[in-house]
T-cell receptor, first 110, second 117 residues
Framework: EPEVTQTPSHQVTQMGQEVILRCVPI?????FYWYRQILGQKVEFLVS????????KSEIFDDQFSVERPDGSNFTLKIRSTKLEDSAMYFC????????FGQGTRLTVV | AQKVTQAQTEISVVEKEDVTLDCVYE???????LFWYKQPPSGELVFLIR??????QNEISGRYSWNFQKSTSSFNFTITASQVVDSAVYFC??????????????FGAGTTVTVRA
């Protein structure tokens, strides 16, 4: 069964460092997303991406964040200068009739 | 603005008991989609169901069933004869109608279900 895959599963980084979270969406899906879940809290929408551009972003998705589809399969989320409050589980998703999520990347900023 | 409320924070049951998770939503849209996801202790989000606002048929899938009532803006989820493997956090989510196949999900706070042997 096709699935959304994310790497790495866990990333630890120092405050101020740049991180790139990687995702491979399901191959025939056209819409891609990033969501965030701070520990113990609800899942929050960050950004949606279609046709090689951002279609919508939330207030959380400020200038520190960027997304890119560098090739035909990968979809990345970059955080330029991480802060302690960026520590969270980051989920990538892609959709056709349903929206499927990857297994998440747990980002820990120390 | 859209809002999803899962009033039950935690539910604990003994194996084989039924458990019903409540989900109440608010939206101004006449067309929208409702979802349920399961988040086991390993952390991933597992898709369970998507329902569009025009389809009020209840659905059953194995031990899972869903009751969609547009009149009360509710989309409740029942696990029949619960098992220990059902222990997880369950999220209800709502998406407005956007372009076909494009969803922006608003999640509820989740309900933690613990099934004891």
């Amino acid at each position: 069964e096709p699935e959304v895959t994310q790497t790495p599963s866990h990333q630890v980084t120092q405050m101020g460092q740049e991180v790139i979270l990687r995702c491979v969406p399901i191959s025939n899906h056209l819409y891609f997303y990033w969501y965030r879940q701070i520990l113990g809290q609800k899942v929050e929408f960050l950004v949606s991406f279609y046709n090689n551009e951002i279609s919508e972003k939330s207030e959380i998705f400020d200038d520190q964040f960027s997304v890119e589809r560098p090739d035909g399969s990968n979809f990345t989320l970059k955080i330029r200068s991480t802060k302690l409050e960026d520590s969270a589980m980051y989920f990538c998703a892609s959709s056709d009739t349903e929206a499927f999520f990857g297994q998440g990347t747990r980002l820990t900023v120390v | 603005a859209q809002k999803v409320t899962q009033a039950q924070t935690e539910i604990s049951v003994v194996e084989k008991e039924d458990v019903t998770l409540d989900c109440v939503y608010e939206t101004r849209d006449t067309t929208y989609y409702l979802f349920w996801y399961k988040q086991p202790p390993s952390g991933e989000l597992v898709f369970l169901i998507r329902r569009n606002s025009f389809d009020e048929q209840n659905e059953i899938s194995g031990r899972y069933s869903w009751n969609f009532q547009k009149s009360t803006s509710s989309f409740n989820f029942t696990i029949t004869a619960s098992q220990v493997v059902d222990s997880a956090v369950y999220f209800c989510a709502l998406s407005e109608l956007r372009v076909l196949d494009d969803y922006k999900l608003s999640f509820g706070a989740g309900t933690t279900v613990t099934v004891r042997a």
